[in-house]
Structures are given as structure tokens and as C-alpha cells.
């Protein structure tokens, strides 16, 4: 890829959906990928199997586990040019179902990791000259919803980090993109008691949102892409019959 300061990437949710479809796109651009989730039982066989080696690299870490992240924040490769924040997960219900740690889960692994990653990489994104930094927000990071509240407060905040740094970065040659994507067709639902109807006008791809992101960072150095927000062209959903 032309426009990224250099060709090393930190993919968070490189395991499945959309931080997938993101690290195949980068493998296949000839950009190195540090892949990070936690599960990484399939992932040689949902990758290109030839990038698995020098061009493609698993960290394994839960990063609902700040204590965790930190002392791996010390042994991540240092020269990131690309840093996609797109780990997460939803867990819906009313606040008072929820317990407290429940909540911090939710809230550490879909902020504060974020924060984290970059209060370290900002400095080293400095000093390397620039980067560039993708956030993968949601719907949910611009509309609250009936049982959302927890999932929106992570989500929203997200956006308000976003925004943040964007102006702290505006001299340092790093561009801070926000993606929100609306239902797409992953392993979110899994966990969740609702899921979108199928069918393709109710539904996005992982490699829909791969493809905003794609031509953000395709722009010219001096354009920033600052909000992508992407819809299936209808909205529907319906009770996910597996819970
Ligand atoms: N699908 C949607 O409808 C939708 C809509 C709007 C926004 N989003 C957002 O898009 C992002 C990607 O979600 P997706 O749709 O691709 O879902 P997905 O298929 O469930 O993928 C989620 C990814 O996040 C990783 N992850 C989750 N918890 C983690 C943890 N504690 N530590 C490390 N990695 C963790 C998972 O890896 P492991 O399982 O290997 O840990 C996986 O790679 C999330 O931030 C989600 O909130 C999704």
C-alpha cells in the first residue's frame, strides 16, 4: 500500500470478521501484519496460508486483561506504521442486569485496551515519523439504543478518542480514522439473542467495511478520512434461534 509512512501493521481482532478481512487485505498489499486476538485456532487456514511466517505474526492477548496488555505493550514491535483498533465485543441488556464485571469487561476490552495501545504507540508514531490510526467505532457509537447502554458508552467514547487525538496529531504527520459500521455479518451475533435478518440489503460483510477502511488509507497523505458510517441499505432483526 502507497500511502502508509511505513509497511508494518498492529491489527487488534485479527481473528475473525472484520480485523480479518482487514489483515488479508494488508497481507495481500504487502503490508506486514501483527496480528492480535485470542484465539488463533483457525487462523492459519482463514488466511492466506502463504503470508503465515515473516509477513504475518499472532500475538496472543485478552485484552479484557489491562494487567496483561501492559507487559505486552513491551514486547510489540516498536516501528508500527498502521494501527487498526477493531477488537471488541457487544453485550446488550438493561444496566441493571448487568454485573460489575460484566461492565468493566465490556468497557476495558472496547476502551480503555484502546487507550492503552495508544499511550503507547502515539510517542513511537511520533518519533517514526507518522501513521496512520483506525478505529473501529459502530452505529452504536452514534446513537443510543434500548438495551445499549453499556456497548453505546464504550462505542461513544471511542469516538470522542477519536476526535481527541486526531487534533493532538494533526502536526505529527498521523491520521486518525473512525469507522462505524452497522450490522455486519460476523461472529458478533454468536454470543448475542439477536442477530439482522439475512440476506444482503439487511447485512454487511466484514470485506465491506475492509473496503472503507482500504480507501481511506489509499487517500493522499494530506486527506483525512475522519468518519466513515456504513448501513446495510435496510434495517431488520430478528431473535437469533442458536440462544
Ligand atoms: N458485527 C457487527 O454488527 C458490528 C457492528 C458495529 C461495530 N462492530 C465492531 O467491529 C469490531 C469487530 O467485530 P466483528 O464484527 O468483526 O466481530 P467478531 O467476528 O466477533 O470479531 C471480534 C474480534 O475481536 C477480538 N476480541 C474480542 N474480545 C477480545 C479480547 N478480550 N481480547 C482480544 N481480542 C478480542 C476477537 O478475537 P478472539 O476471539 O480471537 O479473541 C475477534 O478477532 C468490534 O469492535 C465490534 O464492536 C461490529
Redesign the pocket.
Known amino acids: 500500500m502507497d500511502n502508509l509512512v511505513n509497511s508494518k501493521a498492529l491489527v487488534?481482532?485479527?481473528?475473525?470478521?472484520?480485523?480479518?478481512a482487514v489483515t488479508k487485505m494488508l497481507l495481500k498489499d504487502g503490508v506486514e501484519v501483527n496480528a492480535?486476538?485470542?484465539?488463533?485456532s483457525r487462523f492459519s487456514e482463514n488466511t492466506l496460508a502463504d503470508f503465515v511466517g515473516d509477513s504475518l505474526q499472532q500475538i496472543q492477548?485478552?485484552?479484557?486483561?489491562l494487567q496483561a496488555l501492559e507487559k505486552a505493550l513491551t514486547t510489540l514491535p516498536r516501528d508500527i506504521g498502521l494501527l487498526v483498533l477493531?477488537?471488541?465485543?457487544?453485550r446488550f441488556g438493561g444496566l441493571e442486569q448487568f454485573s460489575f464485571a460484566q461492565i468493566k469487561?465490556v468497557v476495558d476490552?472496547?476502551l480503555v485496551?484502546n487507550l492503552y495501545l495508544l499511550k503507547h504507540y502515539l510517542p513511537l508514531m511520533k518519533a517514526n515519523g507518522g501513521g496512520d490510526i483506525v478505529l473501529?467505532?459502530?452505529?452504536?457509537a452514534l446513537q443510543g439504543a434500548k438495551a445499549g447502554s453499556v456497548?453505546c458508552a464504550s462505542?461513544f467514547a471511542i469516538r470522542g478518542l477519536a476526535q481527541s487525538i486526531r487534533a493532538e496529531c494533526a502536526n505529527s504527520n498521523i491520521r486518525v480514522n473512525l469507522v462505524?459500521?452497522?450490522?455486519?455479518?460476523?461472529?458478533?451475533?454468536?454470543q448475542l439473542n439477536f442477530a439482522?435478518m439475512q440476506g444482503r440489503d439487511f447485512?454487511?460483510d466484514?470485506e465491506d467495511?475492509q473496503q472503507a477502511i482500504y480507501a481511506a488509507l489509499q487517500q493522499p497523505r494530506h486527506v483525512v478520512t475522519e468518519e466513515i458510517n456504513l448501513q446495510p441499505m435496510k434495517r431488520s432483526f430478528q431473535k437469533n434461534k442458536a440462544r
Open positions: 487488534t481482532g485479527a481473528t475473525k470478521g472484520i480485523g480479518l492480535l486476538g485470542r484465539d488463533f492477548c485478552d485484552l479484557s486483561n477493531n477488537a471488541g465485543f457487544g469487561e476490552t472496547n485496551s473501529v467505532g459502530s452505529e452504536s456497548y462505542k462505524n459500521p452497522g450490522p455486519t455479518d460476523s461472529q458478533f451475533f454468536d439482522p447485512v454487511l466484514p467495511v
